[in-house]
């Protein structure tokens, strides 16, 4: 039950009937400590709802609410380390021991997506915090953030485990669990950058790939120079940049992050390079992508090309906070392009 007591001082009545996974998200990001890094209200900074629209529009999660892999994301993008599990890949006592390991102690917590009328409960697809486990009678304690519906209740941890195994009707996939701790050093990036096509953004990035392959196949670049020039073509033939912008900075210590981040870019020599050819708006957009691109953006290049970039981005070279910048956007495009796309 240690899981219990920081959730319970956070417990939150989701703002739409629609919200229980922004819910969720609000009661379990608040409970971790994570630093939003954005005004809530007045001088204070806490997660609501609102706060999290760095992916997909409000109002269309009022239409259609969120799937797990969302969450996942938009726990990802404000500050939290992730971990998804699956019924179909994971074994009941697996699962048991996760939620053992999640409610021992205040990090990490978990949130379940599950069927109500597997629980007979009314209604479909939910999703809530665990608060606590009794190994006695192997159930736990589903902080329902549907409050207005339904209290805290216990639950049969075999009946849940079945609940979950319920398809998603947007995803074509079982619905699972999410485990979420405190990201040990906080994104400045992650506090800017806003994703209007939410989990949709892997579209865009797999258009950007299959545009650069298809422009290094037709026009081998000669040189670094033609790379970032041909590199600069697909990003605005994919649409990537409208899609994925910058929120501006809001607080005296966000444009001091702002101003020490760009700083940080503008100093690369890659950046300069870039500026040089392509002026300083498109080169910074083409050294954050190759900063951030997946491994298989690098299959179409030669390996002359590939000698002289990767020293250009290599995170060990990058001062500090950058690389961490770095890792974390690595980490979450390849989170997106393995993500499986719904159902046509």
Not at 99 to 121: C, E, F, H, N
Not at 179 to 192: H, M, P, Q, Y
Not at 300 to 306: D, E, N, Q
């Amino acid at each position: 039950m240690e899981a219990f007591f920081p959730l319970i001082e956070q417990f939150h009545t989701q703002a739409d009937p629609a919200f229980c996974g922004l819910g969720s998200l609000v009661m379990v990001l608040n409970a971790l400590g994570v630093d939003p890094g954005r005004v809530w209200r007045g001088p204070w900074r806490w997660f609501s709802e609102e706060l999290l629209d760095c992916c997909t529009p409000l109002s269309a999660v009022r239409i259609a609410g969120v799937t797990l892999d969302e969450v996942a994301c938009l726990a990802r993008c404000n500050g939290a380390e992730v971990q998804l599990g699956s019924p179909v890949q994971t074994a009941l006592a697996e699962f048991r021991a996760a939620v053992d390991a999640s409610t021992r102690a205040a990090s990490p917590l978990m949130i379940a997506s599950y069927s109500r009328s597997a629980l007979g409960q009314t209604g479909a697809g939910h999703f809530s915090p665990i608060g606590g486990y009794h190994a006695g009678s192997d159930s736990v304690l589903v902080l329902d953030v549907a409050r207005f519906k339904y209290p805290p209740h216990w639950v049969q941890l075999p009946v849940l485990f079945e609940a979950m195994r319920d398809i998603d009707p947007v995803t074509g996939r079982t619905r699972g669990w999410v485990t979420l701790k405190k990201r040990a050093v906080a994104s400045a990036v992650s506090r800017f950058l806003v994703c209007t096509e939410g989990i949709a953004t892997r579209v865009i990035i797999q258009r950007l790939l299959a545009l650069s392959a298809e422009a290094l196949s037709e026009r081998p670049p000669a040189s670094l120079d033609d790379l970032l020039t041909l590199s600069a073509e697909a990003l605005g033939a994919s649409g990537l940049c409208e899609r994925v912008r910058l929120r501006p900075p809001e607080t005296a210590e966000q444009h001091s992050l702002f101003r020490e981040l760009v700083a940080s870019l503008e100093s690369l020599p890659l950046h300069q390079r870039a500026a040089e050819q392509l002026g300083a708006e498109l080169g910074m957009r083409v050294t954050a992508w190759w900063l951030a691109a997946p491994a298989v953006a690098w299959q179409p290049l030669t390996a002359p090309l590939r000698a002289e970039l990767a020293p250009l981005i290599d995170i060990g070279t990058l001062a500090e906070p950058l690389a961490a910048e770095v890792e974390l956007l690595r980490s979450q495009v390849d989170f997106l392009l393995e993500t499986p796309p719904p159902p046509a």
